[in-house]
Antibody, heavy 115, light 114 residues
């Protein structure tokens, strides 16, 4: 059974940082690209970042470019998102998503940016 | 960037009756590899999104056959042949054709029971 379990969210002040993690199991993690997608409270979905299976290709949404960094450790079956210089508008549930056809989603981790 | 527009934004449906959601993209979603990366997601209340349909019409594993997808180019449709109570939630179309700009999602259509 495919499982994606996010962690690392929390309450942070504007300008602060967090490191989000996604632990993957139930599939060969190193064979798949991964994405982060976020959803602000009561709002729709917004793609954040993509990383290819071997980390050779990485993309970011314009709204997070220069502030967020995606990475992965295939030996640990883990995906990461380092989020820096946080703004109020970054408040959202952050989902880890498997593959380019987004076939599995984690339960999400909530990031709240507030003073 | 590609803009995805869904209609309607709200759909009250009677149990057992059909439902249909339309999604239009601002540009063709046909990728240079010949695929059309148009997917449909379901988000039940309090739950993460779940993949229903990928590449226009392919039903994902475990998705009931009352869900079907169709369309081509810029116009796509999700149909539910007979709505059940568990189908309540928000449905999103999304495109993954325009790389490297990532996914783009529709605004979401809220399906509720009359």
């Amino acid at each position: 059974e495919v499982q994606l379990v996010e962690s690392g969210g929390g309450l942070v002040q504007p300008g602060g940082s967090l490191r989000l993690s996604c632990a993957a199991s139930g599939f060969t993690f190193s064979d798949y690209s991964m994405n982060w997608v976020r959803q602000a409270p009561g709002k729709g979905l917004e793609w954040v970042s993509y990383i290819s299976s071997r980390s050779s290709t990485i993309y970011y949404a314009d709204s997070v470019k220069g502030r967020f960094t995606i990475s992965r450790d295939n030996a640990k079956n883990s995906l990461y998102l380092q989020v820096n210089s946080l703004r109020d508008e970054d408040t959202a549930v952050y989902y880890c998503v498997k593959g380019w056809d987004p076939d599995y989603w984690g339960q999400g981790t909530l990031v709240t940016v507030s003073s | 960037d590609i803009v995805m527009t869904q209609t309607p934004l709200s759909s009250p449906v009677t149990l057992g009756q059909p439902a249909s959601i339309s999604c239009r993209s601002s540009q063709s979603l046909v990728h240079s590899d010949g695929n059309t990366y148009l997917s449909w997601l379901q988000q039940r209340p309090g739950q993460p999104p779940r993949l229903l349909i990928y590449k226009i019409s392919n039903r994902f594993s475990g998705v009931p056959d009352r869900f079907s997808g169709s369309g081509a180019g810029t116009d796509f449709t999700l149909k539910i042949s007979r709505v059940e109570a568990e189908d309540v939630g928000v449905y999103y179309c999304m495109q993954g054709t325009q790389f490297p700009h990532g996914y783009t999602f529709g605004q979401g259509t809220k399906l509720e029971i009359k």
